[in-house]
C-alpha cells in the first residue's frame, strides 16, 4: 500500500518562502508520475505541480509558473516544491499525489486530476 507523506507547511507573511516535501513510501515505483495539488477553502483541487514518469517532464499552473519549483529526489523517493514570492492567493491544503504515466498525461493535457495515491495535506498560510 502506497503511502505519502507530506512535510514543510506554515504560515509566511507575503513574499515569503516555504519548501514543502513528500516522502513516498518503497512501494511507489521510482518511475511514478509525482504532483503537489492545493485546495482552499470553497474551492475546488487545483493541480499545481506535477514532475513525469522519469523526472523529464515537468507541469506547472500559470498561477505559479516562475515562483514555485518541483523537484524528485530519485534516491530517496521524495518530491519537493519549493516556493517562493508566496502571495496571499496562495493559501490552501497542500496535497502530494502520485501515480502513473496515464495520470501526468490526463494532467497537462487534459487538465484532469486523476492520481490514486494522496497524502492527507500540509497547511500553507500567506498572510
Known amino acids: 500500500h502506497v503511502q505519502l507523506v507530506e512535510s514543510g507547511g506554515d504560515s509566511v507573511q507575503p513574499g515569503g518562502s516555504l519548501r514543502l516535501s513528500c516522502a513516498a513510501s518503497d512501494e511507489l515505483s521510482i518511475n511514478a508520475c509525482m504532483g503537489w495539488f492545493r485546495q482552499a477553502p470553497g474551492k475546488e483541487r487545483e493541480g499545481v505541480a506535477a514532475i513525469g514518469p522519469g523526472g523529464n517532464s515537468t507541469f506547472y499552473a500559470d498561477s505559479v509558473k516562475g515562483r514555485f519549483t518541483i523537484s524528485h529526489d530519485n534516491a530517496e523517493n521524495t518530491v519537493s516544491l519549493q516556493m517562493v514570492s508566496l502571495k496571499p492567493e496562495d493559501t490552501a491544503m497542500y496535497y502530494c499525489?502520485?501515480?502513473?504515466?496515464?495520470?501526468?498525461?490526463?494532467?497537462?493535457?487534459?487538465?484532469?486530476?486523476?492520481?490514486?495515491?494522496w497524502g492527507q495535506g500540509t497547511q500553507v498560510t500567506v498572510s
Open positions: 499525489a502520485a501515480g502513473g504515466a496515464e495520470s501526468f498525461f490526463k494532467l497537462v493535457v487534459l487538465g484532469e486530476i486523476d492520481f490514486p495515491y
